[in-house]
């Protein structure tokens, strides 16, 4: 594996962990642990998929990463 494997596997680990850590009740969509994974996973994930020029998952990765964002902004708006 090379870098851009090793990027794309850790980012991918993060929204997987993000996904499996809600469907377990152990964080919900609104915590703060959650969005941060979800956002670092997609940035990363869609950073390899820049580097392999891999457009269906640039665009996949970008739009998660954005809307990630977003939910950060709302987290922070509310606090």
């Not at 993060?14 to 809600?22: E, K, P």
Request: charged share 10%; proline share 1%.
């Amino acid at each position: 594996m090379d870098i851009i494997d090793w990027i794309g596997f850790v980012g991918v680990f993060q929204i997987l962990l993000a996904y499996i850590l809600n469907v377990r009740n152990i964080v919900t969509k609104k915590d703060l642990s959650f969005i941060l994974l979800n956002l670092i996973g997609a940035s990363l994930a869609c950073l390899a998929s820049v580097l392999m020029n891999y457009w269906p998952f640039i665009l996949l990765e970008g739009i998660w990463a954005f809307v990630s964002l977003l939910s950060l902004f709302s987290y922070f708006k509310k606090v």
